[in-house]
């Protein structure tokens, strides 16, 4: 079982910048596809970013939000500048050994997630 643990979440206000970690401790990390995820109240999950040779973002967030890894800690990143209000949302890791790249975008490319961490911004 690969368990991911998300973390960074915080409140913050529209301009500033904020980090989110994830941690997939116990697999060779460099075999897996990572991706983040977000859900705002009442809408459904949303693709945010991935990175498996290269990295991919939603247009919605290209240019304000990098996507990163360190594979000797186990861990992806989501740096995230220039925060906005509809930037407001649970982001989520997720993680596969097997991503097909026309896939990478679609939540069932992946087979673990972590819990969420919320991030919260406010005009």
């Known amino acids: 079982q690969v368990h991911l643990v998300e973390s960074g979440g915080g409140s913050v206000q529209a301009g500033d910048s904020l980090r989110i970690s994830c941690v997939v401790p116990?697999?060779?990390?460099?075999?897996?596809?990572v991706a983040w995820f977000r859900q705002a109240p009442g809408s459904e999950r949303e693709f945010v970013a991935a990175?498996?040779?290269?990295?991919y973002y939603a247009d919605s967030v290209k240019g304000r939000f990098t996507i990163s890894r360190d594979n000797a800690k186990n861990t992806a990143y989501l740096q995230m500048d220039s925060l906005k209000p509809e930037d407001t949302a649970v982001y989520f890791c997720?993680?596969?050994?097997?991503?097909?790249?026309?896939?990478?975008?679609?939540?069932?490319?992946?087979?673990?997630w972590g819990q969420g961490t919320q991030v919260t911004v406010s005009s």
């Open positions: 990175f498996k040779w290269r990295t």
């Open positions: 116990g697999v060779t990390f460099t075999r897996y596809a």
């Open positions: 997720a993680v596969s050994e097997t991503v097909i790249l026309s896939e990478i975008r679609s939540q069932r490319a992946y087979a673990y």
